[in-house]
T-cell receptor
């Protein structure tokens, strides 16, 4: 069945370092969404990408959607302790099925 | 606007029992989706309701069911509970264009423990 995989599963960085998480789908996605979940919290919507090759920025966060609409990435420049949490991608694939990625847990050391 | 509310926040049940969880969406939102979150399986989509009809469904057994009322509030029911049903159950509301299209606003979740 369709799966949306994310790598890495965990990432530990020093404050100020960059961070990237990658999302890969086995099939084409109609769009991709990104969410952040703080420890003990619930997922919070960050952004949605729809077009092939689309790039969007939110301050230090850069989101990309692949040309084939099968992969996406989230890049954080100069991480801060407030970036700690788990980042999930989510996409809609075949038969309108909606899948969340496995998530990347980010820890930022001050 | 008030956010998505879920009740109860915590629940302890025993195997074989059934449970009903409730979700009140953001005012004006017509779509409610349900998710199961576990450390091992991550976030998994259960189903989506829109205008009192199930519009989308994940890959969960028939023990998991839901419904939506005319005021868009939704309930989720799990019958014949199993140990593996222990999880955080999240609901999310959106305007109504579709679970993969709308921005989804998540509630705080109901933590279900099955003993």
């Amino acid at each position: 069945g369709q799966q949306v995989m994310q790598i890495p599963q965990y990432q530990h960085v020093q404050e100020g370092e960059d961070f990237t998480t990658y999302c890969n789908s086995s099939t084409t996605l109609s769009n991709i969404q990104w969410y952040k979940q703080r420890p003990g919290g619930h997922p919070v919507f960050l952004i949605q990408l729809v077009k092939s090759g689309e790039v969007k920025k939110q301050k230090r966060l850069t989101f990309q959607f692949g040309e084939a609409k099968k992969n996406s990435s989230l890049h954080i420049t100069a991480t801060q302790t407030t970036d700690v949490g788990t980042y999930f991608c989510a996409g809609q694939g075949n038969f309108n099925k909606f899948y969340f990625g496995s998530g990347t847990k980010l820890n930022v050391k001050p | 606007k008030a956010g998505v509310t879920q009740t109860p926040r915590y629940l302890i049940k025993t195997r074989g029992q059934q449970v009903t969880l409730s979700c009140s969406p953001i005012s004006g939102h017509r779509s409610v989706s349900w998710y199961q979150q576990t450390p091992g399986q991550g976030l998994q989509f259960l189903f989506e309701y829109f205008s009192e009809t199930q519009r989308n469904k994940g890959n969960f057994p028939g023990r998991f069911s839901g419904r939506q009322f005319s005021n868009s509030r939704s309930e989720m029911n799990v019958s014949t509970l199993e140990l593996g049903d222990s999880a955080l159950y999240l609901c999310a509301s959106s305007v109504g264009q579709g679970v993969g299209t709308d921005t989804q606003y998540f509630g705080p979740g109901t933590r279900l423990t099955v003993l």
